[in-house]
């Protein structure tokens, strides 16, 4: 048991303590010097030394001050002025407005096999200054870089139709799955949008054809059912006009109106039948 606590991350020798101290006394006791040396310096050049020490951020700005390397106490600084000790301090300004960045055409292969060329707009922010400065050496890059990799992964398992249909499904899972990943780094990723999807060109011409087959189909489907349903409605008509003889006369008079009315130089006047078969038995 002795000898498994020994080799714990928990472990630490005596003498490592004790350097460890004494490590931590020798820069806060540097530290001191270089504050009263620079607090001597900017006494002695008053009131020229002000116009380095004070410092000025916009709204949209904040500052992340390193003293000696080490990170100042009390966070980001701004908007406004700010003091810093020269020799001592440095410090990097951090714009949190929003950024857009056009993600370049990614060229993806799907899940059925198809090449597809997608773009997308990733719109993001710096939530947390210090982190974007401390935990990763270029926030926004290293922010673009993993929206390219993410759109590929995500539209890599995904099919040709999924792609088209399910945009707006996609570009949300998107921003989840990009906001969690930069949580850490202090960027906020407020949108993802999906610009284009472009197909080749032999892709194209076959889905128009697909297409094109698929309405000539229900075409003829739908005037096949038109006619079917125009023969029965003949039929029915030809049952009611049997059952009246007057009936067959009303319908020869509106024929006639709707030639009259079309004004053409021959009107054709049916005779009735039953009349012609009375001139036939006089005969």
């Given at each position: 048991m002795a000898e498994q606590d020994k080799q714990g991350p928990s472990y630490q020798e005596p003498?490592?303590?004790?350097a460890h101290e004494e490590e931590e006394h020798s820069s806060t006791c540097c530290e001191i010097c270089l504050m009263l040396i620079s607090i001597l310096l900017i006494i002695l050049t008053l009131p020229f030394s002000l116009c380095i020490c004070i410092k000025v951020v916009q709204e949209y700005e904040r500052a992340v001050i390193f003293r000696v390397g080490r990170l100042a106490s009390g966070g980001a600084k701004g908007p406004g002025l700010f003091f810093i000790f020269p020799c001592m301090d440095n410090y990097i300004k951090v714009d949190l407005r929003t950024v857009t960045f056009d993600v370049p055409p990614q060229e993806i292969l799907t899940k059925d096999s198809v090449t597809v060329s997608v773009d997308a707009v990733i719109y993001f922010r710096i939530q947390n200054p210090i982190l974007s400065v401390t935990a990763v050496t270029n926030a926004?890059?290293?922010?673009?870089?993993l929206a390219q990799t993410t759109l590929r992964?995500?539209?890599?398992?995904r099919s040709l139709g999924e792609i088209l249909s399910e945009r707006e499904a996609i570009a949300n899972e998107l921003e989840s799955t990009l906001d969690t990943a930069t949580d850490p780094w202090g960027i906020?990723?407020?949108?993802v949008e999906i610009k284009d999807v472009r197909l080749p060109?032999?892709?194209q011409r076959a889905m128009a054809a697909e297409a094109?087959?698929?309405?000539?189909a229900k075409a003829k489907v739908i005037a096949a059912e038109g006619e079917q349903r125009a023969s029965k409605s003949l039929k029915e008509a030809a049952d009611v006009i049997s059952q009246?003889?007057?009936a067959l006369q009303l319908r020869y008079l509106q024929t006639l109106n709707s030639i009259a009315a079309e004004r053409n130089s021959t009107?054709?006047?049916?005779?009735?039948?039953?009349?012609?078969?009375a001139f036939a038995k006089k005969a």
């Open positions: 003498g490592s303590f004790e926004h890059m290293s922010t673009q870089l992964n995500f539209l890599g398992i906020k990723v407020e949108r060109v032999s892709l094109e087959a698929t309405r000539e009246s003889g007057t009107i054709i006047f049916p005779l009735p039948i039953d009349m012609m078969q």
